[in-house]
C-alpha cells in the first residue's frame, strides 16, 4: 500500500478507489461522474432540460444532485476523522448552504407569489447541486494521478466549447439549435447569435455571450498550466485548449471576459520567473496581433468596450441599479429575501454580489465571500508548500481560475447561468482537493 494511499484514509478521504493502479484507474470513481458532470456542463446546451423538471431538470444539474447523494452516503457510513483544519472549502460550503437556507426560510415565511416561491425553490436545488460537485470534488479526488486527469479533462472541455465559438463567430450561425436529445426540452428561447458592433458574439453551448467568456477565461490559467507542465501528452493536445480559449475570449466581446482573463493570466504570470514572463507577453502581443489583423475592427470594437461606457446600455444598467437595490437590501439585510427571488423582471443587476445583498443578505454574501477567499487561500497555500514545481503551478492556476471567476461575478449575474455556476463551484471543490492532497501524501 502506498504512502499517499495510508495518509489519503487517515485524512479520511473517500474510498472511491482502492489504489492507483492501472485496473483501479479505470474503475468509475469520483472523478468518472465529476467527468461525467463537466461534459454534460458544456457539451448539453444550458437550454435544454428534462422537461417535467423545467429549469431544475438540467443533466448536469441531476448529476450534481446525484453526487451530493454520494458524498452524504460516504460521510454517513465512514469510520475515520478529519485531522483539524483539513477541509476550510468544505466548512466554508456548509456554511453557506445554511445561510441560503436561512434566506429560504425567511422567504417562505414571507407573502410571496407563486413565481417567487417557484424560483426560491430552484435556488435551493442549484445551491444542492453546486455543493454536491464540490464537495464530490474535495473529498473524492482520491490521488494526484486521478487529479491531473480532471484537469487535463477540465481543459479539453474548455477548448471543445471555445472551438464552437469560433466557428459560431466565423459563421453566423448558433449551431446548437440542431441538437436534439431525447428526453429534453429547451427551457429557454434560442434567439440566434447576438450582435455587437457588428461581430458576431459566440456564445457556445452556454446561455449567453457573457457566460460564454466567463466559463472559458476560468479554464484558460489551468489550460495554460497544463500545456506548460503535462509533457506526457503531445504539443496538439497540450496547446489546442490554450489557442483555441485565447482565440474565443476576444472574440466574445465581453468586457467581463476580458477582465477575467487579464486577471487570471495576470495572477498566474507573477508565480513565472522573469524569462518565462519575457516569452510570456511576447506570445500574447504576436497572439493578440495575428488575432486583430485577422479579425479588422475588432481590436476598436474591445477597446469601445473601456472607452464608451458612458453610452453603453449595460453599464448604464449596473450603476442605475444601486438605489433600487438599496431599497430592497434595507427590507431584510440580514437574511435577504430569499435566494433567486428577485427576478429579471424586477431589474437586470449584472452584479452577483449586488443580488446576492438582496437575496440572501449580509450573513449570505459573507459566507460566500468566505468560500471564495476559502479557496483561494488553499490554491495558494498549494502554490506556497508543494514539494515540486508542476504542483506548485496547478495551485496557481486554481487560484487564477477562482480569481478571474470571482471577478466576472461582479461584471453579470453568474448565479443565473448554469455554465459559470457550475464551473466556479468546481474549481473551488478542486482548490479544495488540491489542499487536502498536498497535506496528505507526495505529489508523484
Known amino acids: 500500500m502506498s504512502r499517499s494511499r495510508t495518509a489519503a484514509e487517515r485524512a479520511g478521504v473517500v474510498d472511491v478507489v482502492a489504489s492507483t493502479s492501472p485496473d483501479a484507474l479505470r474503475r468509475p470513481d469520483a472523478v468518472t461522474l465529476i467527468t461525467v458532470y463537466l461534459l454534460l456542463l458544456v457539451v448539453i446546451p444550458s437550454r435544454l432540460t428534462v422537461a417535467p423538471l423545467g429549469a431544475a431538470g438540467s443533466p448536469a444539474q441531476l448529476v450534481g444532485l446525484l453526487a451530493l447523494g454520494w458524498w452524504i452516503f460516504y460521510e454517513v457510513q465512514r469510520t475515520t476523522q478529519d485531522p483539524p483544519g483539513a477541509r476550510p472549502v468544505r466548512v466554508m460550503y456548509i456554511a453557506t448552504a445554511c445561510a441560503f437556507f436561512a434566506s429560504y426560510v425567511v422567504a417562505m415565511s414571507r407573502p410571496i407569489d407563486g413565481t417567487e416561491s417557484s424560483s426560491a425553490d430552484l435556488g435551493m436545488v442549484a445551491t444542492a447541486a ?244 476559502a479557496g483561494m487561500w488553499c490554491a495558494r497555500a498549494v502554490r506556497i508548500h508543494a514539494d515540486d514545481a508542476r504542483t506548485r503551478e496547478i495551485g496557481q492556476s486554481l487560484l487564477a481560475g477562482i480569481a478571474g471567476g470571482a471577478c466576472g461575478f461582479a461584471l453579470f449575474d453568474g448565479f443565473s447561468f448554469p455554465m459559470a455556476a457550475g464551473l466556479f463551484f468546481l474549481f473551488l471543490g478542486l482548490a479544495g482537493a488540491t489542499w487536502r492532497l498536498a497535506r496528505t501524501g507526495p505529489s508523484s
Open 130 to 373: 453546486w455543493g454536491g460537485v464540490l464537495l464530490l470534488t474535495n473529498d473524492g479526488v482520491a490521488s494526484w494521478d486521478r487529479l491531473y486527469v480532471l484537469l487535463r479533462r477540465l481543459s479539453l472541455a474548455g477548448g471543445a466549447i471555445a472551438l464552437l465559438g469560433i466557428v459560431q463567430f466565423a459563421t453566423g450561425e448558433a449551431l446548437v439549435d440542431k441538437i436534439s436529445v431525447p428526453g429534453l426540452r429547451a427551457n429557454v428561447d434560442l434567439t440566434g447569435i447576438a450582435l455587437r458592433n457588428g461581430f458576431n458574439r459566440p456564445a457556445g453551448t452556454a446561455l449567453h455571450p457573457i457566460e460564454f467568456g466567463a466559463a472559458i477565461s476560468m479554464i484558460l490559467p489551468v489550460a495554460l498550466t497544463m500545456a506548460l507542465n503535462d509533457r506526457d501528452r503531445g504539443a496538439i493536445r497540450r496547446w489546442f485548449p490554450v489557442v483555441a480559449i485565447g482565440f474565443a475570449s476576444g472574440l466574445s466581446i465581453s468586457r467581463s471576459a476580458l477582465i477575467a482573463s487579464l486577471v487570471a493570466l495576470v495572477l498566474l504570470g507573477v508565480s513565472w520567473n522573469p524569462m518565462r514572463r519575457l516569452v510570456g507577453g511576447l506570445v500574447v502581443l504576436v497572439f493578440g496581433g495575428a488575432m486583430f489583423l485577422t479579425v479588422p475592427g475588432l481590436l476598436g470594437s474591445l477597446l469601445g468596450l473601456f472607452t464608451g461606457l458612458g453610452d453603453d446600455s449595460s453599464a448604464q444598467s449596473r450603476s442605475g441599479s444601486y438605489d433600487i437595490a438599496g431599497e430592497f437590501i434595507a427590507r431584510s439585510p440580514v437574511f435577504g429575501r430569499g435566494l433567486f427571488t428577485f427576478l429579471p423582471r424586477y431589474r437586470i443587476l449584472d452584479n452577483q454580489y449586488l443580488g446576492l445583498m438582496i437575496d440572501v443578505g449580509i450573513l449570505g454574501l459573507a459566507c460566500f465571500l468566505g468560500l471564495i477567499v
